[in-house]
């Protein structure tokens, strides 16, 4: 049998609700700074919540141009904007000779959402020749990668893969297994989400899964806390360049991480509901491990899926248990959640960025919120402030609406070069 490729991280773009760049939000991460506040990107009068992570300082029009920014929804705006980072930071120069050999993995949980609900008002109140030709192109979640392989012009394997809030380890984890079986040398990896309309915000709502905490956002996200009493719902993306290890060398590329082990299980059990036992998020856990060929003692930090509401932080904590045994009291781990809000397409790619920047900085950020721990969740969550602590192998949990369990596991290039 054929020795397994390895796969590297060359590359790396962010625009979240902490920050516009990697170091922006990297940054914020570690200082534990919230981007969570008030909606100002429309009039929320009508909703129970009325606060969320909002991008900021973004200008699609201005990125973009005009023309542009109207044939593209939202949640493409930001992927595009982030994968312009991160081809720009790996160096990689798409030719004539490499274009099909270059992959684009880039999902999301909601897709062009923005352009549906804007689109049936239209509808109602203008009729059916009032409605753009161009609704469908825009609102399709493969609108994404296809337009990110058309800025570009990479022609290898493209789609997009939608499997709720786990998506963003679902692209990274199935470009990486691209890469391993030598389908592409190289895949752009990521997800992207912005679903911060009424529509969504009140249907989230009415099922209880959102905070209410509108006279006090920024205290809202505290995920593991006794307190906790719904999630965030924010928006953002981000864009890994992943690369076949001995091509990235061949090319003298920096190497932030590489991508050790990949797990996903299914729950099959509830349609918004995670098993409070924990067994499908732990069999995810311990497959991603075994992929790794590594043991539960050499994770040094876990970035926890850490949602804030009652069901995901008790079933996630009982899940690391599961998968780590008494091993897990000894392991760092936070939830980056309580910063940015629950990206949720998004947030695994967003979170698989920040815990890479984590083993860079050898750094654990903080859970800030974290004031009345949960007897449920007695695990070290790094409350309020971050920590120094030597990170060579790192754990991101994803886990998604439906049932989906996505784990990733990422080891530290000590060199910082191929």
């Not at 959102?210 to 924010?234: H, M």
């Not at 967003?350 to 949960?374: C, G, K, R, Y």
């Not at 049932?403 to 990422?410: I, K, Q, R, S, T």
Request: charged letters at 20%.
């Amino acid at each position: 049998m054929a020795e397994r490729k390895r796969v590297v991280v060359t590359g790396m773009g962010i625009i979240c609700p902490i920050g516009n760049s990697v170091q922006e939000a990297w940054q914020n991460a570690a200082d534990g700074v919230s981007g969570i506040g008030p909606i100002t990107h429309f009039d929320p009068y009508k909703l129970e919540n009325r606060f969320a992570g909002e991008v900021k300082n973004f200008d699609p029009e201005i990125f973009l141009g005009k023309r542009e920014a109207r044939r593209t929804d939202r949640v493409t705006q930001l992927a595009l904007y982030a994968a312009k980072q991160a081809v720009e930071d790996s160096g990689l120069i798409v030719t004539e000779d490499n274009r099909y050999e270059i992959a684009v993995v880039v999902g999301t949980g909601i897709g062009g959402i923005h352009t549906i609900f804007q689109s049936v008002i239209t509808f109602l109140e203008s009729g059916a020749h009032a409605v753009s030709p161009l609704l469908v192109p825009m609102m399709l979640p493969d609108a994404i990668s296809s337009r990110i392989s058309m800025q570009y012009g990479m022609r290898g394997p493209n789609y997009s893969l939608a499997t709720a809030c786990a998506t963003g380890n679902n692209c990274i984890g199935e470009a990486t297994e691209m890469i391993r079986r030598g389908q592409a040398d190289v895949a752009l990896a990521g997800s992207s989400e912005a679903a911060n309309v009424e529509l969504t915000i009140a249907s989230f709502n009415n099922m209880t899964a959102l905070s209410r905490r509108n006279d006090d956002p920024v205290r809202a996200s505290r995920p593991f806390d006794k307190e906790r009493d719904g999630f965030v719902v924010s928006e953002g993306a981000a864009i890994l360049v992943l690369e076949e290890y001995e091509h990235a060398k061949a090319r003298g590329a920096k190497i932030y991480a590489e991508i050790l082990g990949y797990g996903h299980t299914s729950d099959a059990h509830h349609v918004t509901a995670p098993l409070e036992n924990g067994e499908g998020a732990s069999k995810a856990m311990e497959r991603a491990l075994k992929d790794a060929n590594i043991t539960p003692a050499q994770i040094d930090y876990i970035n926890a899926h850490g949602t804030s509401t009652y069901l995901n932080d008790k079933s996630e904590t009982t899940a690391i248990k599961r998968a780590f045994g008494e091993q897990a009291y000894n392991i760092p781990i936070s939830s980056t959640k309580s910063v940015t809000g629950h990206l949720m397409g998004s947030a695994g790619s967003v979170e698989a960025v920040l815990t890479i920047m984590a083993m860079q900085n050898s750094f654990v950020p903080p859970t800030i919120n974290l004031d009345t721990p949960d007897p449920d969740c007695d695990l070290d969550y790094t409350p309020h402030v971050g920590k120094t602590h030597p990170i060579s192998v790192a754990m991101s949990n994803s886990f998604g609406f439906g049932g989906h369990n996505a784990v990733l596991v990422f080891g530290k290039n000590v060199n910082g070069r191929a």
